[in-house]
């Protein structure tokens, strides 16, 4: 059986911040104090921009993620979430599409499933059954990806915009991404934009006749401003709650997700547009299909395999226990991995043999 615990920052990315951030080495012993503080149940930790999840053959608490990770028990009480079995298989598959993610159909989430995969792997920690579930995911993502325009932005987003602030305005659009450069060309049309970039030596993302101006500058222009629209891809705020007494009153637009803008500035975010998006509608439910479909392959070719499974789940228990005889033997790491392989090959082969003659 499946468990995953999840923690979702969607609404506060900025609090992620440092989990984030963490390098492969720093992510590996969180991962590992988890595993330790449930029995040493097999798990595979996913840290997104956005979410920390643990998927598990068994239930992981709360509690010993939040620890492992240094975040307070109280403040991720209204983030905790969980799912089991087939709904927790169907939210990987659908996370790895990016379909989820704060930048619609974006590929960067395959990046960190990836990532999440081989460290627990390289921390002999997973099982055979997570391991593959994992590589499913990203196979059929691939495979969506090319078959599927996923990643787009529909123009209503910035038609919506400009019926809504009209005309001869002056206007601030922070980001410099796709949707933020759909909205300036719409928005061009009769107003005055002006465009933040990190790198003002990238000016050429700018559409022709907004003005470029420096992400590090956008506070002093935004005072200008009679609309802010923030569309950044970042897991920062753009306008922090620092700058509340400089800008309150004014009129921003939050189009990220996460979140760019602080609540204490109510702006008006995406979900507040209460735009119909047709063709987006249309592709989910494509997708959704594709992934019932994908998963019931998935359960198929599982089936048909489970002495394998049975056996590689022995190869790990025992290299597991192997682990830190090897780590004595002060092996190089291609050495090591050969060992490694030649010890695993051989328990899978032997545990197989055992259970045939058990069966005879």
Do not use: W
Not at 9 to 18: C, G, K, N, P, Q
Request: aromatic letters at 8%.
């Amino acid at each position: 059986m499946l468990y995953l615990s999840m923690l979702d920052f969607r609404d506060d990315a900025e609090s992620l911040r440092f989990q984030y951030e963490l390098s492969y080495s720093e992510r590996k012993e969180r991962e590992e104090k988890i595993r330790k503080q449930n029995s040493n149940a097999r798990l595979i930790l996913l840290i997104t921009c956005t979410r920390i999840e643990v998927y598990s053959e068994r239930d992981v608490s709360f509690e010993s993620i939040e620890r492992a990770l240094g975040l307070n028990h109280i403040k991720c009480q209204k983030r905790r979430r969980k799912l089991t079995s087939e709904e927790a298989e169907k939210h990987l598959f659908t996370l790895s599409l990016g379909i989820d993610s704060p930048l619609f159909g974006e590929d960067l989430i395959l990046s960190q499933i990836k990532e999440a995969r081989a460290r627990a792997i390289e921390n002999k920690g997973s099982s055979s059954y997570l391991n593959r579930l994992f590589l499913a995911s990203i196979t059929f993502s691939k495979a969506m990806h090319s078959k599927y325009r996923i990643r787009f932005f529909e123009p209503e987003i910035a038609l919506k915009l400009h019926s809504d602030i009209g005309n001869g305005k002056n206007i601030l659009i922070i980001g410099s991404g796709v949707l933020a450069r759909l909205i300036a060309t719409e928005l061009l049309k009769d107003n005055s934009v002006k465009m933040s970039l990190r790198d003002i030596s990238k000016d050429f993302l700018v559409p022709a006749g907004a003005e470029a101006i420096s992400y590090d500058d956008r506070i002093s222009y935004a005072k200008d401003a009679d609309i802010i629209i923030s569309a950044s891809s970042s897991i920062y705020f753009t306008i922090g709650s620092e700058y509340y007494d400089e800008l309150k009153g004014k009129v921003i637009y939050d189009l990220a997700e996460p979140y760019d803008v602080p609540s204490i500035f109510n702006p008006i975010r995406l979900k507040d547009l209460k735009l119909e998006l047709k063709e987006r509608a249309k592709l989910l439910s494509l997708l959704n299909k594709e992934t019932d479909k994908a998963l019931s392959s998935f359960h198929m070719d599982l089936e048909m395999k489970e002495e394998v499974l049975r056996s590689e789940d022995f190869s790990l228990s025992l290299l597991r226990r192997l682990n830190s005889v090897i780590e004595r033997l002060s092996l190089t790491e291609d050495d090591r991995k050969s060992l490694e392989s030649a010890i695993s090959e051989s328990a899978a082969k032997a545990y197989i043999e055992s259970e045939r003659k058990i069966r005879k």
